[in-house]
């Protein structure tokens, strides 16, 4: 079972930049399909992106396309969130999570968090002006 830690959240203004962190506190990283998702306040959790384990192919919801990267590191055991162009909407606490054996391509295009275990505590992202 791989544990997360989530870091690099913080305050930023309209139109700044982040980025996340999501990193293996025990385990490999190397074998699993990496999420990260959101969750601002009085609303549900969303997925964001993710990145299929091996061929690294990634994946993102229509909200955040053309504007977050997601990538990996294996020599680090780290995921990466490249956060461009926030906007209050972005505001939520990003979470990262491990996805179960064997998820296809098309389970990993949904970004579903039932396909998605061992998750990590959360950073917090706020866009402010």
């Known amino acids: 079972q791989v544990q997360l830690v989530e870091s690099g959240g913080g305050l930023v203004q309209p139109g700044g930049s982040l980025r996340l962190s999501c990193a293996a506190s025990?385990?490999?990283?190397?074998?699993?399909?990496i999420g990260w998702f959101r969750q601002a306040p009085g609303k549900e959790r969303e997925g964001v992106s993710c990145?299929?384990?091996?061929?690294?192919?990634?994946y993102y919801s229509d909200s955040v396309k053309g504007r977050f990267t997601i990538s990996r590191e294996n020599a680090k055991n780290t995921v990466y969130l490249q956060m461009n162009s926030l906007g209050p909407e972005d505001t939520a606490v990003y979470y990262c999570?491990?996805?179960?054996?064997?998820?296809?391509?098309?389970?990993?295009?949904?970004?579903?968090?039932?396909?998605?275990?061992?998750w990590g505590q959360g950073t917090q992202v706020t866009v402010y002006s």
């Open positions: 999570a491990a996805g179960w054996p064997g998820l296809s391509a098309r389970r990993l295009r949904v970004i579903s968090q039932a396909d998605f275990g061992s």
């Open positions: 025990e385990g490999s990283l190397d074998y699993y399909a």
């Open positions: 990145i299929s384990s091996g061929d690294g192919n990634t």
